[in-house]
């Protein structure tokens, strides 16, 4: 419910729909890649003209949209941003509420070993640890839905020692991509997945066979 996500925030954060509005957090696998983003790419191949993962997820959202013709749908895709510069919303606090993935954050190790380093915080799922993407919210503002209970989600790093060297991993060694092994996962990128994202945006392109065009 969006309620749940707007209790948990500060009200510049807050999705403008009652609290009992029904909302879907999307998020994507490891075979989103194989499955999904490379049949798009040979598909749409003259029309992608901008990030290939972000208009094949808006693809995808866009039919499921298609699916509910009587009802009024709302997608906000992970990338958009306000005029402010602010995202339109936050994807990590919106998984954890969903019960999607546990939202990892400083305040969750008590013997906190940073001083005033900047922390961010990460989302593990306890299929996939870290190697997975929120990529955008359903919601559907003519469905109420106040009888709906909340899931909390799987807190599938337990340990102050192990959240410690979460954090650790995530804000400082994060290229390495350890942070997304700190549990036992069930299936993580491919190889070519993981050169692709490790690659420059601008040269993404290449990687996939395609030539870079403008609006």
Same mark, same amino acid.
């Given at each position: ?9 500060q ?6 729909y009652?609290?009992?509005?029904l909302?879907?957090v999307?998020?994507s696998?490891?075979?989103?890649f194989?499955?999904?983003?490379k049949?798009?790419v ?8 901008r990030d290939?993962?972000d208009?094949c997820v808006?693809h995808h959202?866009?039919g ?17 941003i306000l005029?402010n ?5 936050l994807?990590q ?13 400083r305040?969750?190790?008590k ?9 961010y ?17 359903l ?9 709906? /209970?909340q899931?909390a989600?799987?807190d599938c790093?337990?340990t *102050?020692?192990? &959240?410690?060297e979460l !954090?650790?991993? @995530?804000?400082f ?8 092994d700190?549990?036992e ?6 190889? /070519?997945q ?8 601008? *040269?993404r392109f &290449?990687?996939?066979? !395609?030539?870079? @065009?403008?609006?």
């Amino acid at each position: 419910k969006v309620g749940w996500y707007n209790a948990v925030l500060q009200p510049a954060f807050h999705l403008p729909y009652p609290d009992d509005t029904l909302a879907f957090v999307v998020l994507s696998t490891p075979s989103m890649f194989d499955k999904a983003l490379k049949p798009f790419v040979n598909r749409e191949r003259l029309r992608i003209i901008r990030d290939p993962v972000d208009q094949c997820v808006s693809h995808h959202l866009s039919g499921v949209k298609e699916k509910f013709p009587d009802q009024k749908v709302d997608i906000i895709f992970d990338y958009e941003i306000l005029p402010n510069r602010k995202p339109k919303f936050l994807a990590q606090t919106a998984a954890h509420v969903a019960g999607a993935a546990y939202y990892y954050q400083r305040k969750d190790v008590k013997l906190d070993p940073w001083g005033k380093k900047k922390i961010y915080g990460v989302c593990i799922h306890p299929k996939y640890g870290g190697w997975f993407a929120i990529r955008g919210l359903l919601l559907f503002p003519d469905i109420q839905v106040p009888f709906l /209970e909340q899931s909390a989600p799987v807190d599938c790093v337990n340990t *102050e020692e192990k &959240r410690t060297e979460l !954090l650790e991993q @995530f804000n400082f060694h994060w290229q390495d991509g350890r942070y997304r092994d700190i549990i036992e996962v069930k299936e993580r990128y491919s190889e /070519e997945q993981k050169a692709y994202f490790a690659t420059p945006p601008a *040269e993404r392109f &290449r990687l996939l066979g !395609l030539t870079r @065009f403008t609006e």
